[in-house]
């Protein structure tokens, strides 16, 4: 009878421990998603001789080579386009709600003369006096989804705007709470960043920034 | 009926659907003397504060205004004289004008109608938001009931990719959430 107590506490005891030191079940990355304003079709403002699109996914892909760590798998970005695609209307909320991703970033830019990038940061709100919660059934309107998460998503856009400050080589305004278009029918924390460049503005460095910013954020 | 009736009949009605027409298109005015003068009372004369914002700063100008009885047709009035001001401190791009505004049953919701986007393609989302700021802070600084603004062009609600138009825009508008 000894025996088989012991015999029962080893073969239950163990799983439940190695459950619980998350042997069999590993962290879960950190999931970003980044939306690179426009597509082939609606190639936005005019950025000196490129177009908004062009520039946001050039600029949305270099911040997930910086954001995307090859040494643990605790961080994870995707980008929502490929060059010369074309995306439905919603496509970009349908994909991301259905990942069930941890952060939604919308990368726009436009054109300014100034020397210095300065970054806007902004997040969606219509004002709307009333508190959601997400239940397992339940009907939410494509305009108010925003308020399932809305106060991770004012957490982390002020954190980023934060460490953005620390950085001598960009301007930040924000967070502004607007309806924002890009961030429409997202469920999950999203905020919007938009850029200002010109021909003369170093991508490579802005987007190192940008993705130290939501790296420290992520974790 | 012989062809001629046919004929007679036929101008009648013809001149009948032209006489409607010009009826409707105001070509042709009855007056019935059913008509009463507007009195001097509801035609006044206000100070009107318009208020304008840019990523710099944010400003006001006063100007005295005749206004209308009806807040609609005063509504219209003030919004074009703000968008000419606009023009000419450039912070619009070109001429807009306003061309309806209407209210509900309630004078709550307000709808204003363009004739075009009052910014321009390349303009920057806050400078967007900053000309709708203006004219809800004007709106608002009237004193009429009004507590929401659709924002559409040519009677349909704006398409813009930055901004969101699908709804009403609270009359205070965003710039408390800064």
Redesign the interface.
């Known amino acids: 009878m000894k025996n088989y107590f012991f015999l029962f506490l080893f073969l239950y005891g163990t799983p439940v421990t190695a459950w619980n030191l998350n042997f069999f079940s590993p962290k879960k990355p950190f999931l970003l998603f980044l939306e690179a304003a426009g597509d082939s079709r609606t190639v936005g403002r005019i950025i000196d001789t490129q177009f908004e699109s062009s520039v946001c996914l050039e600029l949305a892909q270099t911040i997930q080579r910086f954001y995307n760590d090859k040494t643990s798998s605790l961080f994870e970005c995707l980008v929502n386009r490929t060059p010369g695609q074309t995306l439905a209307l919603y496509a970009n909320q349908q994909y991301a709600n259905k990942l069930s991703i941890d952060l939604y970033v919308s990368v726009n830019a436009y054109f300014s003369p100034e020397k210095t990038p300065s970054v806007t940061i902004y997040r969606f709100s219509y004002n709307d006096p009333i508190i959601l919660t997400d239940k397992n059934i339940s009907f939410i309107p494509f305009d108010t989804i925003y308020l399932i998460n809305e106060s991770s998503s004012t957490r982390m856009a002020l954190q980023f705007k934060e460490y953005l400050n620390t950085s001598a080589h960009l301007e930040v305004d924000g967070p502004y709470a607007l309806p924002f278009n890009p961030l429409i029918g997202i469920k999950s924390a999203a905020f919007g960043i938009e850029v200002s460049g010109n021909s003369d503005t170093n991508l490579e460095e802005l987007a190192s920034i940008i993705a130290d910013g939501l790296r420290r954020i992520s974790s | 009926m012989n062809n001629r009736n046919l004929i007679i009949a036929s101008v009648i009605a013809f001149l009948g659907a032209l006489f409607f027409v010009a009826y409707q298109k105001k070509i042709i005015i009855f007056n019935c003397g059913g008509y009463h003068s507007i009195p001097a009372t509801a035609i006044e004369k206000k100070q009107i504060t318009f208020f304008f914002f840019t990523p710099d700063k944010a400003y006001t100008e006063t100007q005295l205004m005749v206004l209308d009885q009806y807040h609609d047709r005063t509504l219209l009035l003030i919004l074009n004289r703000w968008l000419e001001i606009a023009l000419e401190e450039k912070l619009v791009p070109q001429k807009v004008i306003v061309q309806d505004t209407a209210l509900n049953q309630d004078f709550t919701d307000l709808y204003l109608s363009f004739d075009k986007v009052p910014w321009a ?6 400078v967007k ?1 900053f000309i709708l700021e203006g004219i809800l802070h004007t709106i608002k600084n009237l004193g009429f009931a009004i507590t929401k603004v659709y924002f559409l062009v040519n009677h349909k609600p704006i398409e ?8 009403a ?2 009359i ?1 508008g ?1 710039m408390q ?2």
């Open positions: 393609a390349y303009a920057p989302t806050k938001w813009d990719y930055h901004l969101n138009f699908s709804r825009w609270p205070n965003f959430n800064a």
